[in-house]
């Protein structure tokens, strides 16, 4: 017989760069039933196999850098109680798609939003991003992997959805992970949270928020000025409309199972 996994359950959200992915994490912080881990494999990514070079970026003194290390942190946590960790993956796509008893002992849920508008969200933090960091590619082979390895279609939600109608796309999300929603946890006090301390410039918006709404539109370019960017909505918008073909609709909640 398997001895019972001591572990408290493991919430995680995949999605891509400017999601409104923190929106939702922050929720979850707002819970305080959770500890919430916020990108820790970007150092992977960023700190220790130097991909890439990217603005805002703090490391934190002795943070581990390599994903075994990462993930034994978030997994040494589950000891203690319910986990969400929220990541993008193309941080570890490589050494997430070699451990699937690693994502067999999570929840695996997703987050997509139109590139048309990620795509210039993320151009004015970082006007230098280029294709690859992205992440809508490797957001969809995860959702594929996941979806195979578990003979099941993994929760997907919209960032349209989570913007216009956050209450029912919540609650609808919670409904689907098996947990208690908390409407309480929709609102919340404006500032920096530690947990961003790492990425700090990157979440200006949630930071200023109390709750979760509409991101504003002011980009700091347009595609007519920066042309290439349309080349790399087209990119992503194949990745994006198969993730949505999947998407949960706040008024059709579906439990996983």
């Known amino acids: 017989m398997t001895a019972p996994d001591p572990r408290a359950p493991s919430v995680a959200l995949w999605s891509h760069p400017r999601s409104m992915s923190t929106a939702l994490e922050r929720s979850f912080i707002e819970r305080g039933d959770f500890t919430v881990f916020h990108e820790e494999f970007a150092y992977v990514y960023f700190m220790h196999e130097k991909r890439a070079e990217i603005p805002h970026k703090h490391p934190r003194p002795g943070h581990p850098l390599t994903y075994p290390e990462i993930k034994r942190m978030m997994e040494d946590a589950r000891r203690q109680g319910p986990v969400f960790h929220k990541d993008f993956p193309y941080h570890c796509l490589d050494h997430l798609l070699a451990d699937p008893r690693y994502l067999l002992g999570q929840i695996n849920t997703f987050l997509v939003r139109d590139p048309e508008e990620a795509v210039l969200s993320h151009a004015t933090v970082h006007p230098g991003v280029t294709r690859e960091v992205l992440g809508y590619e490797q957001l969809?082979?995860?959702?594929?992997f996941?979806?195979?390895?578990?003979?099941r279609t993994p929760l997907v939600i919209n960032a349209e959805d989570l913007a216009t109608r956050p209450e029912q796309t919540i609650a609808a999300y919670c409904d689907a992970v098996g947990i208690p929603f908390r409407p309480e946890a929709l609102r919340w006090s404006q500032g920096e949270r530690p947990e961003w301390a790492t990425w700090?410039?990157?979440?200006?918006d949630v930071s200023a928020s109390d709750g979760i709404r509409a991101p504003r539109r002011n980009y700091r370019f347009g595609y007519e000025d920066m042309p290439h960017l349309r080349d790399f909505a087209r990119y992503c918008r194949p990745f994006y409309e198969h993730l949505d073909s999947f998407r949960l609709r706040p008024d059709h909640k579906e439990a996983l199972t």
Not at 200 to 204: D, E, I, L, V, Y
């Open 200 to 204: 700090s410039g990157w979440h200006t």
């Open 146 to 151: 996941v979806r195979k390895l578990t003979g």
């Open 140 to 144: 969809a082979r995860l959702f594929d």
